[in-house]
């Protein structure tokens, strides 16, 4: 072997090995959390759930109010972080174009109704945020979805530049958790626009608790990591849940809103 051929192999090994290490250095990287994603799936199913149980507070005592009447114009109801309250409006059809609020009330840090309910005989001009919010819902709620409930709750939060619409299938037991069906419908920020849309599971999986239920074990094919969907319904479960990521076969405890770091399955083992 002449100096030119040692040479070009030796040229030929560094090379590789350079490749060789570029690969393993972008996959470690690839294995890595989302740190920033993992936060802000946090806050946002705490946000979900929170404004989900002020919209449940309020409904409570809204739908005992309404006469037949009004029950067949109000369409629904948004929800509005202001004040340190959330306030809930119930909004529908009035005697001309649009959509007017038709009941509001608010549900303090406590979780419990704050003041009274105001109830309109005439109902009221919706803000510009209350709006637009109702628009995202009617927007969200008329999206061609596959149904894992025969009743859809939902939450509107606003994002930059438009608005968020959770559609969270709903159930009448109190020892049924319906997981399965939850959705997310974006839109532009008049509300009108969906921009996107996703969910956030593939099947209508619910899990039946008990008074031994200590946590939920969930498969989740969708995404390497959990997402707010998750925490959200950690959180309305009251347990906790460990999911099972397969994309990179990771075990993901959440407990009491928080993502806890991530375990190999197999170093479960």
């Known amino acids: 072997m002449d100096a030119t051929t040692r040479q070009l192999n030796q040229l030929v090994k560094i090379i590789h090995a350079a490749f060789l290490a570029t690969v393993t250095a972008a996959a470690a990287h690839a294995q890595q959390p989302d740190q920033a994603a993992l936060k802000a799936a946090e806050e946002r199913g705490l946000q979900i759930y929170i404004h989900d149980h002020a919209a449940s507070i309020v409904s409570d005592e809204v739908v005992p109010l309404m006469t037949s009447t009004v029950r067949q114009r109000v369409k629904g109801y948004i929800t509005e972080a202001k004040g340190g309250v959330i306030v809930v409006t119930f909004y529908g059809r009035g005697e001309g174009d649009g959509l007017y609020a038709w009941y509001r009330a ?10 009274t309910v105001s109830q309109y005989e005439v109902p009221q001009a919706l803000s510009e945020y209350e709006e637009r919010a109702a628009n995202a819902r009617e927007t969200g709620m008329n ?28 159930t009448t037991q109190d020892d049924v958790v319906p997981y399965g069906g939850t959705y997310r419908v974006d839109t532009d920020a008049t509300g009108r626009i969906m921009t996107a849309n996703r969910a956030f599971s593939k099947s209508c999986i619910s899990f039946q608790t008990n008074a ?58």
């Open 212 to 269: 031994d239920t200590k946590a939920l074990t969930v498969s989740h094919l969708l995404d390497p990591q959990p997402t707010e969907a998750h925490v959200f319904w950690q959180l309305w479960s009251g347990h906790s849940i460990y999911l099972i990521t397969t994309q990179n076969s990771l075990i993901w405890p959440i407990k009491e809103g928080r993502i806890k770091p991530a375990e190999k399955i197999d170093d479960k083992n």
């Open 106 to 115: 608010a549900v303090g840090p406590d979780g419990r109704l704050f003041g």
């Open 143 to 170: 999206f061609e979805f596959q149904p894992c409930a025969q009743n859809y709750n939902s939450v509107v939060l606003p994002k930059p530049g438009g608005w968020q619409v959770y559609l969270l299938p709903g």
